[in-house]
């Protein structure tokens, strides 16, 4: 195999939780902080260990967002991807629209693999790498925690309700991380001096030929109701209490 | 008017009740008329089963071996074939659907909605973002399909009491032969399934290992209840990945739900937001769990399994 090519998306930083604007046009994002999506970390560990098994050439880190996406590539680079690809935009987008721009890079690059994460945990969609998939014509595998390569072949174990599911699909196709399929490693120093030299090419969706679809638009953001609050019980047979009171257990 | 086709989910048997809870959802888009599709190799007793669901008007069955398994990349352009005389393109937000209906949607050459969680309009539909943190309304542009995935602990299962026509179809779009179904390893329970039960217990990290994991199957038993587990437990090995409740697990919404030895980080809550009451049991009073419990116990949960399965007689 030779190329691989991993989806980084910038989004809020898991620990962070987010705030609605009292104006309900959509959640508060200046100052923030950013990192890349958790699911692509686990997508591009992958591919590196691939690569480390001497089943792939190079790893290209690629990403649809704002100039400041640069920053989540560089911390790709530094995990160990070869090269980056931005393709600039300022507007929101919807997965649909980013599966276009991965299909064109896929189209001069010529991947065997494509490794995007299950979700991105802003939009929370799960849409790119299936979308992806069926745009290209290719196999998809979402959910994958186990992923194993032989030839032209792979194999992938997904988590789905019933358990563990087990699919083999011809490359390239498209694969979606989940949350087991390995542990993302950490970043060293001198990785991160020696991802500022590595290449970082900045394209846009217009020299790409993707229009931004606009199909679907988000009218208005509010906060979650919440629960209301509840009660401490001192002990078991108060809580048994409660619980009886409620009818939950008899 | 609207024409709703929803795809079943079914395990070669039986319906999901995922699926019942899909047609709650599109029963509330105003003046629409619901079919159901059953792709399988014996679709007989689960289309049986799909029409009596109140609110179903048809249900269609394709009947092809390769049905036996559902793969996304066979199912999808089956799919596309018969949406043309349909508005509305829906599934649940199960795995099945998740992996489904945006190959679908990408094929059609529209966006998908995922998680819809209320309908405003037939046009207009409210879905959760941020884990759950933050509510958007979405709006699909005029003469566009509407294709969604449905949040199924946002609807009620819909109720047997109806009699839909059932009517075999074909569809012959030409399937690839590029993904192969291999084998499913299901851990075989006579346990209440997670997804639908009206009761819920489940261990975090705290239960510490394997054999203490029990604590939490005996309690279930207790209580006829489900299990569940945090992310942090089914990492470490304590119990198998589709327990895992949360935003990249399963989103539940049972009567009761009890939470052991589990934090209650927002990526677990949002997967428990709708239960009607929630039991926590965690040593720490800090705990973030504790700010959704209707009844939070602080103690070490290693005594207070014990006495509250003692005391449940
Ligand atoms: C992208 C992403 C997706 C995620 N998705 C999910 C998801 O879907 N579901 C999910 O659950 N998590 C998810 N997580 C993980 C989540 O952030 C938390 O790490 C996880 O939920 C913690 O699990 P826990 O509560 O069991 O463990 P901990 O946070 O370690 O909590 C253990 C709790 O047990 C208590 N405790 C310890 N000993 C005892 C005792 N003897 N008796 C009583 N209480 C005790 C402690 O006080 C503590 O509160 C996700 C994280 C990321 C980054
Ligand atoms: N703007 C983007 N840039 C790079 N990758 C993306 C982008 N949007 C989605 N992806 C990839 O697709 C996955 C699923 O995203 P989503 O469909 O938005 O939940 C992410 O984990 C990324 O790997």
Request: contains cysteine; glycine residues 6%.
């Amino acid at each position: 195999m030779q190329k691989i090519i991993v989806g980084i998306k910038r989004v809020v930083d898991y620990n962070v939780r987010v705030r609605v604007k009292p104006d309900g046009s959509g959640v508060a994002l200046d100052g923030v902080k950013m990192s890349v999506n958790p699911f692509d970390e686990i997508a591009l560990e992958e591919a590196l260990r691939i690569k480390e098994r001497g089943e792939a050439t190079e790893i290209i880190a690629v990403s649809i967002g704002p100039d400041d996406a640069q920053q989540q590539l560089r911390t790709a680079l530094a995990m160990g991807a070869d090269r980056a690809i931005l393709v600039k935009t300022d507007q929101a987008i919807e997965p649909l629209t980013a599966a276009h721009a991965l299909l064109a890079i896929i189209k001069t690059e010529q991947p065997d693999l494509v490794i995007v994460g299950k979700q991105a945990i802003d939009d929370d969609a799960a849409q790119t790498g299936p979308m992806l998939a069926a745009l290209w014509g290719r196999p998809q595998a979402t959910f994958c925690s186990k992923l194993t390569i032989n030839g032209t072949v792979a194999t992938i174990v997904r988590e789905v309700d019933a358990g563990l599911e087990t699919i083999e699909v011809d490359l390239p196709a498209v694969i979606s991380a989940d949350l087991r399929l390995n542990e993302p490693r950490y970043v060293k120093l001198p990785d991160i001096m020696k991802a500022k030299k590595k290449q970082l090419d900045v394209t846009d969706l217009a020299t790409l030929g993707v229009s931004i679809d606009d199909g679907l638009k988000t009218v208005h953001t509010e906060a979650p109701k919440a629960r209301a609050k509840g009660i401490l019980v001192k002990d078991v047979a108060e809580l048994v209490d409660a619980l009886k009171k409620k009818g939950l257990v008899s | 008017m609207s024409k709703i086709l929803i795809i079943a989910e079914h395990d070669g048997k039986k319906l999901s009740p995922a699926s019942a809870r899909c047609v709650t959802c599109a029963a509330q888009i105003a003046g629409g008329e619901i079919t159901l599709a059953v792709f399988a190799a014996d679709p007989g007793p689960i289309a049986q089963q799909a029409a009596r669901l109140t609110g179903v008007a048809q249900v269609i069955t394709i009947t092809d071996a390769r049905h036996a398994q559902s793969l996304a990349a066979v199912l999808a352009p089956q799919v596309v074939q018969l949406a043309a005389s349909y508005t509305h393109i829906f599934g649940a937000s199960t795995t099945f659907g998740k992996d489904l209906m945006p190959r679908v949607a990408a094929l059609l050459g529209v966006p998908q909605i995922s998680d819809a969680m209320s309908v405003e309009s037939p046009t207009r539909f409210k879905r959760p973002i941020y884990a759950g943190n933050a509510i958007i309304t979405v709006e699909v542009a005029a003469n566009r399909k509407v294709v969604a995935t449905v949040r199924t602990a946002s609807f009620e299962a819909a109720l047997d009491g109806g009699a839909a026509t059932i009517s075999a179809v074909s569809a012959d779009a030409p399937a690839p032969t590029h993904t192969r179904y291999v084998s499913l390893s299901a851990a075989a329970s006579d346990r209440p399934d997670l997804q639908s039960a009206p009761r819920v217990v489940s261990g975090g990290r705290a239960l510490a290992s394997k054999e203490n994991f029990q604590l939490i199957y005996s309690l279930a038993d207790k209580l006829n209840a489900a299990v569940g587990a945090s992310r942090a437990a089914v990492d470490a090995g304590y119990a198998s990945n589709e327990l895992q409740v949360g935003q990249t697990g399963k989103i539940i919404a049972p009567e009761l739900y009890v939470a052991v030895g589990i934090s209650g980080a927002i990526q677990h809550l949002t997967g428990i937001k709708d239960a009607r009451t929630i039991v926590a049991i965690n040593k720490d009073a800090e705990a973030p769990i504790f700010e959704v419990a209707d009844f939070g116990l602080v103690g070490d949960l290693f005594q207070i399994l014990p006495a509250l399965e003692a005391a449940l007689g």
